[in-house]
């Protein structure tokens, strides 16, 4: 576990190395996020779920062992935030983002390393299953606690012109009609998704925080709590209940294990939400996740 942990740990230290020297130029990392989001990321999605041997009874035991996790967990998290005090709403928001955004990067990097090839298409599957969802639970969430009011319409836009959406939903087509691509178009792939891995971490390093201004830390201890403890044993639990395979109840618990996203900063930044609190939410789970996640591993089998 440790050797594939730690690897993703020093690429992501690398970059609080680049930003904190100032070595590079500004727009260096915006750039690189920009290029990753739009092409290497999906192209890693892409590749890996058109090879993924599609099931009908995986691919709906994978969103049942992710989504009603997911789902639970908003759930106990909004019942916490109703009797708080004091907590500011803008921070509130930042909570329930807390609570369930997984960070893809993170998890593909890992999975990558630590699972064969089948499950680590399992956990892009996941991912692309359930980053609609907290997509638009994220939205509302903003939406009602920062008084900027979204539009329907706008929301469906964002969902059908996300890039990691149309790769997944291209991914599944080619595996389902079982499209066999021409062999340069496949490795020209491959190279980008490859890129998107390193490319993505140090980005990640990029956004973490490492000051003590402003810090909630009964909001920084309550929302890691659910995300890296409370989420991914809700899912094994799942899991269990309804009988779900060894291997999807693997990638359901990991994905379930995942620290919350980078891109959770930059929403709450542009929608009103605890921008602060987001960054320091990033930072000490990303930290937490090198233990979290080889215990959960231990507890869910």
Excluded: H
């Excluded at 890129?195 to 993505?200: K, P, R, V, Y």
């Excluded at 403890?229 to 990638?251: D, H, I, R, Y």
């Amino acid at each position: 576990m440790l050797a594939a942990i730690l690897p993703v740990f020093l690429l992501i230290m690398l970059g609080v190395a680049i930003r904190r020297a100032q070595w590079m130029p500004e727009d260096f990392f915006p750039s690189m996020e920009k290029f990753s989001y739009f092409i290497a990321f999906p192209a890693l999605l892409f590749t890996g779920i058109a090879k993924l041997d599609f099931q009908g009874r995986m691919v709906g035991e994978l969103a049942l062992a992710t989504l009603l996790p997911t789902l639970i967990v908003v759930g106990l998290t909004l019942l916490l935030l109703l009797p708080w005090r004091g907590l500011p709403d803008a921070s509130r928001s930042s909570v329930i983002q807390g609570a369930m955004r997984p960070n893809s990067y993170f998890g593909i990097a890992v999975s990558a390393l630590l699972f064969p090839p089948q499950i680590n298409a399992l956990v892009m599957l996941a991912l692309a299953l359930c980053l609609p969802v907290v997509n638009v639970i994220s939205i509302l969430a903003l939406s009602w606690w920062s008084g900027r009011k979204v539009a329907p319409s706008a929301v469906a836009k964002t969902l059908a012109t996300n890039p990691i959406i149309l790769a997944t939903l291209a991914g599944i087509g080619a595996s389902v009609g079982g499209l066999a691509l021409p062999a340069p178009l496949l490795n020209t792939l491959d190279i980008l998704g490859k890129s998107a891995l390193a490319l993505g971490l140090l980005c990640v390093g990029s956004g973490l925080v490492f000051s003590l201004e402003g810090l909630r830390p009964a909001a920084l201890a309550l929302t890691s709590a659910l995300k890296l403890m409370a989420l991914p044993l809700v899912a094994a639990q799942v899991c269990a209940w309804f009988g779900v395979s060894e291997a999807v109840t693997l990638a359901a618990c990991f994905y379930c294990a995942l620290p919350t996203a980078p891109n959770a900063y930059i929403m709450a930044r542009q929608l009103g939400g605890d921008a602060r609190l987001m960054a320091s939410l990033i930072t000490l789970q990303t930290l937490l996740a090198a233990v979290t996640i080889p215990a959960v591993r231990l507890l869910a089998f």
